[in-house]
Every structure is written in C-alpha cells, then in structure tokens.
C-alpha cells in the first residue's frame, strides 16, 4: 500500500494547441497526457515535439504528474518524440498500442538509455502502457509484468472496439471481457487499472453511468479528453461518507478481535475477518488521499502480528 | 542553423502564432501581433535570443502573432528554422 498515489482522472492535452498546455497548471486532475499521437497531424508531429518540450521546461512549478503519449514504436516518430520531450523531465511516457510485454520493454530499455545520458536514477521515467487491440487484451496479464516502471495498464476503448470492427455503445457491454482482462492483469501485478475516455462531451449523465460501473469492476482511474469530466469522475471516485465511517469500524473491530485472540468478529450483524479489512484499508487510504480522513492504515492493523 | 529554404510553422490559433522564415541576405524580422502595442519588444527580444541559440545569422523572419508565451515563440521558430533546412 505504499505507492498510494491518485490517478481518479487522467486528461489529454493536444500536444499542438499552446492554448490548452498553458491551462494544465489550472486543470483539476490528478494527471495530464500531453498526446503527441491521435491529437497531432501528421504534418505537425515536428513542431508539436518542440512545442511540448519548450513547455514543459518552462513548466517548472509542477501540481500534477505529466505523462507524454508518444507515437507507437512500430512508427518513425516515436523515437524523435522520446529524444524530444524527456529531456523536459515528464513523469513518464503512455505508451499506445501495448500490444505485448516485449513493446513495454522496448521503452523500458529506451527510457533507462536517456536516464543514463540525463543522469537521472535508472526507473524514473514511468510507464502507462495501452491496451487497446484484441493482441493486447490478450496479452494483457504479460505486459502488466514487462517492466518495473509500469503505473499501471490503461484500457483504450476507442481503438479496442476500432480492431475489433464493433461499435463502442455507452452502456458498453462489448467492453465487459476486455475490461475484465486489463484489470485481472493490473491487480495480478499489483499496479492500477485506467479505463478508457468517455468520447460524448455534451452526456454527463451516461459518463456517470460508465465511471460508476468502472470503479464497480475495480478500475481506479479514468481518461478524459475534457476537463469538463473531472467533476464527475472525481465524485464517482470519492469515498462516500458512510463507506469511511464504515471502514474505521471496521478497523476498531478488528483491533478489538485481535485483543481477544480471534481473527473473526461481528459487527451489526455481519462478519468481520481479513479481507473485510482489507477492503476498509483500501476505502480509508483512499480516503486519506482525498483528505477525509489522517489515519494511517499500516500492514499490522490489516493482518495483526505474530 | 541556416535557412536554406522557406520553413513555416504554427496556426492563427488564440495564444499561438505563425512563423515563416525565408532566405535573405540580410537579417529582417517582421512582426504583426494582437498586442503588438505593448509587448512588440519583447517578442522582439525572444526572437532574437532564439536566433542567437542558433545561430542564425540572416534570413527574412515573418512572425504573426495571436499572445503566444515565450515557449510558444521560441518553439514554433525552432520548429519553421528546422523546416528551412537548417539541421
């Protein structure tokens, strides 16, 4: 539980438009994805990589964590884009078309070279690898291994459903198996799960919807191609009043059951053991991340010791 | 870097602007702005920084201007210096 940072809401930022990366010290998300790939014509993918590496060092006084999505490494640009923007120092790179564990370590390898020239400690640029092919969906469990740099995999719903010739709805049912797939990879290793961007600006009440369903299937951070979005996604993912409140029941319960020398405790009527309080531990750090609360839930208040 | 040949970069977009260098014997730097009253000397003075930087020494520089920031200004000429041909 100790890398218990919150990626709720990750925006894109057209890496070409000056108008829009000069507002990211005043957008309210947790991250930014400065695009360099779907968001930049063809045309323009030169002077956007100058642009957004002029930027960022002007950029100094940081608020949030930058990502950089790069061109994917099967085009010419993608190296061009690596050597352009890290000497800016972003966070790290989200990496398209993740299709397989050997791509992630392609950057991996690529990153821990510029660390070296830059001086930099080897693994501090990040990974956010894309799940967004029914190759990578397969993968999936592979790649969320592939490097030690990863935050976690980030599902890509637009380009998914594109490979795999199908619509994307808003009440996303073709969306379950592949959603399923990211997350069993992403807590398998450990590392977050990113859902996808919610494409209709203008429908707030269907984002809703598709953010409460996500955070319900145990996603704990969405893409935005808005900053209109964050409101929301971060009211989905606040922790509600009473789960907290639950939870430091929980905790107090549990701490009481150890006293007694059980593992297993009652609590209004339902049964109170580990993974319960596993869970109570997960709402109160998110808790704490939001603010709501200053309890520090350690390794011995979930397990007890020995 | 040289211009060897005409190189454009940026839009007419809100705080961009657009730069088109051409060769010339001499160095000329032409400048329309959207506040162009109050902040032509300094967006003078970031132009001729970043052609020092590069070490461009002549050239006929065209900037039309919508507020771009400094970082806008610097990158969009970098950016139409390279398309010139100067590597």
């Given at each position: 539980?100790?890398?218990?940072?919150?990626?709720?809401?990750?925006?894109?930022?057209?890496?070409?438009?000056?108008?829009?990366?000069?507002n990211i010290?005043?957008?309210?998300?947790?991250?930014?994805?400065?695009?360099?790939?779907?968001?930049?014509?063809?045309?323009?993918?030169?002077?956007?990589?100058?642009l957004?590496?002029?930027?960022?060092?002007?950029?100094?006084d940081?608020?949030?964590?930058?990502?950089?999505?790069?061109?994917?490494?099967?085009?010419?640009?993608?190296?061009?884009?690596?050597?352009?923007?890290?000497?800016?120092?972003?966070?790290?790179?989200?990496?398209?078309?993740a299709?397989s564990?050997e791509?992630?370590?392609?950057?991996?390898?690529?990153?821990?070279?510029?660390?070296?020239?830059?001086?930099?400690?080897?693994g501090?640029?990040?990974?956010?690898?894309?799940?967004?092919?029914?190759q990578?969906?397969?993968?999936?469990?592979?790649?969320?291994?592939?490097?030690?740099?990863?935050?976690?995999?980030?599902?890509g719903?637009?380009?998914?459903?594109?490979?795999?010739?199908?619509?994307?709805?808003?009440?996303?049912?073709?969306?379950?198996?592949?959603?399923?797939?990211?997350?069993?990879?992403?807590?398998?290793?450990?590392?977050?799960?990113i859902?996808?961007?919610?494409?209709?600006?203008?429908?707030?009440?269907?984002?809703?919807?598709?953010?409460?369903?996500?955070?319900?299937?145990?996603f704990t951070?969405?893409?935005?191609?808005?900053?209109?979005?964050?409101?929301?996604?971060?009211?989905?993912?606040?922790?509600?009043q009473?789960?907290?409140?639950?939870?430091?029941?929980?905790?107090?319960?549990i701490?009481?059951?150890?006293?007694?020398?059980?593992g297993?405790?009652?609590?209004?009527?339902?049964?109170?053991?580990?993974?319960?309080?596993?869970?109570?531990?997960?709402?109160?750090n998110?808790a704490?991340?939001?603010?709501?609360?200053?309890?520090?839930?350690?390794?011995?208040?979930?397990?007890?010791?020995? | 870097?040289k211009?060897?040949?005409?190189?454009?970069?940026?839009?007419?977009?809100?705080?961009?602007?657009?730069?088109?260098?051409e060769?010339?014997?001499d160095?000329i730097?032409?400048?329309?702005s959207t506040?162009?009253?109050?902040?032509?000397?300094?967006?003078?003075?970031?132009?001729?920084?970043?052609?020092?930087?590069f070490?461009?020494?002549?050239?006929?520089?065209?900037?039309?201007?919508?507020?771009?920031?400094?970082?806008?200004?610097?990158?969009?000429?970098?950016?139409?210096?390279?398309?010139?041909?100067?590597?």
């Amino acid at each position: 539980m100790a890398d218990y940072k919150l990626r709720r809401s990750l925006l894109y930022v057209p890496g070409n438009m000056p108008s829009m990366l000069q507002n990211i010290p005043l957008f309210q998300c947790d991250a930014v994805q400065i695009d360099l790939e779907d968001a930049v014509p063809l045309s323009e993918k030169d002077a956007a990589r100058i642009l957004v590496r002029r930027y960022l060092e002007n950029y100094k006084d940081r608020n949030k964590e930058i990502l950089v999505r790069i061109n994917g490494l099967d085009t010419k640009w993608a190296l061009d884009d690596l050597k352009a923007v890290l000497p800016a120092l972003p966070n790290g790179i989200r990496l398209p078309k993740a299709d397989s564990p050997e791509i992630v370590e392609r950057l991996d390898t690529l990153l821990t070279e510029y660390e070296e020239e830059l001086g930099l400690e080897v693994g501090y640029f990040r990974i956010l690898p894309s799940i967004e092919t029914a190759q990578g969906v397969l993968n999936a469990a592979k790649t969320a291994l592939a490097s030690e740099r990863l935050i976690g995999l980030a599902f890509g719903a637009e380009d998914y459903t594109a490979t795999m010739e199908i619509n994307r709805t808003k009440t996303g049912e073709e969306l379950f198996n592949a959603r399923m797939n990211v997350l069993w990879g992403a807590k398998a290793a450990g590392i977050q799960a990113i859902d996808s961007i919610f494409a209709d600006v203008n429908d707030m009440e269907s984002l809703r919807k598709e953010t409460e369903l996500i955070k319900k299937l145990g996603f704990t951070g969405k893409c935005m191609i808005n900053p209109r979005q964050i409101d929301i996604i971060h009211d989905v993912f606040a922790p509600k009043q009473e789960e907290v409140d639950y939870a430091l029941e929980v905790i107090e319960a549990i701490k009481r059951a150890r006293e007694m020398g059980t593992g297993v405790i009652s609590l209004k009527g339902k049964m109170i053991d580990r993974p319960v309080v596993v869970r109570a531990a997960r709402v109160l750090n998110t808790a704490r991340a939001h603010g709501m609360v200053d309890v520090v839930i350690n390794e011995e208040d979930i397990n007890g010791t020995e | 870097m040289k211009i060897l040949k005409k190189g454009q970069a940026g839009t007419m977009q809100s705080s961009d602007l657009m730069v088109v260098v051409e060769p010339a014997e001499d160095l000329i730097v032409e400048i329309e702005s959207t506040v162009k009253k109050q902040f032509e000397h300094l967006i003078r003075a970031k132009i001729d920084e970043v052609l020092a930087k590069f070490d461009t020494k002549s050239g006929r520089i065209s900037i039309n201007d919508r507020g771009a920031l400094d970082y806008a200004i610097e990158a969009r000429l970098e950016a139409a210096l390279q398309r010139a041909g100067g590597k």
